[in-house]
């Protein structure tokens, strides 16, 4: 149980070009999901916290209007990279919990190059 | 500022040897302990968590947490060659049911 699914797996795309990564959690209702970015060699850095239908909660120096978040239902949360850019090349990679303060469960996540 | 700390390694042990990664944090008020296990270009993979002094043990693996030292471990014994991976330890800081404070991992390799 508790699995977490998250699409697409691999983006490539030209700069200026908006990307949507979507975050399911399959068989349980998640009220807060979490974006992390990982870059190469780097540990995940938590760049906001999802909460559903309200809005995101963001990390200090996550701008965001770049980095927009939607959490429309209790099993699903988008992140939309807006206007990306080659520096926002990186693994993206959502994560979910089934109850609060239970290990959470992660997406096999999304690797965004932009090129 | 709350950190996690671990020695980013590369930690070398023989196939069956026993492997000890180490973890501390900042935070005395954190209340859940995580080890999550990282192959190249994949996403973290749970291996144990931890909420109360002591030890958990679960198959080859151990957990230790000692809030008083503000320390937590975990132990791979029989260390296999499949076992070589990034080991990140996170941090649940309160029970607001925030994100978790991830360390920057430990690359563990196993030779066989």
Redesign the interface.
């Known amino acids: 149980g508790a699995v977490v699914s998250q699409h697409p797996s691999r983006v490539i795309c030209k700069s200026g070009t908006s990307v949507k990564i979507e975050c399911r959690s399959l068989d349980f209702q998640a009220t807060t999901m979490f974006w992390y970015r990982q870059f190469p060699k780097q540990s995940l850095m938590l760049m906001a916290t999802s909460n559903e239908g309200s809005k995101a909660t963001y990390e200090q120096g996550v701008e965001k209007d770049k980095f927009l978040i939607n959490h429309a239902s209790l099993t699903l949360s988008t992140l939309t990279v807006t206007s990306a850019h080659p520096e926002d090349s990186s693994f993206y990679i959502c994560s979910a919990w089934a109850e609060p303060n239970q290990p959470q469960h992660f997406g096999d996540g999304t690797r965004l190059s932009i090129l | 500022q709350k950190e996690v700390e671990q020695n980013s390694g590369p930690l070398s042990v023989p196939e069956g040897a026993i492997a000890s990664l180490n973890c501390t944090y900042s935070d005395r008020g954190s ?2 302990f ?1 080890w ?1 296990r990282q192959y190249s ?6 291996i144990m ?1 931890i909420y109360s002094n002591g030890d958990k043990e679960d198959g080859r693996f151990t957990a230790q947490l000692n809030k008083a030292s503000q320390y937590v471990s975990l132990l791979i014994r029989d260390s296999q060659p499949s076992d070589s991976a990034t080991y ?1 330890c996170a941090v ?1 800081a309160n ?1 607001a ?9 430990t690359t563990l390799s196993v030779s066989s």
């Open positions: 209340q859940s995580f999550y270009g994949k996403s973290p993979e749970l968590f990140l649940l029970q049911g925030t994100a978790l404070i991830f360390g920057k991992g």
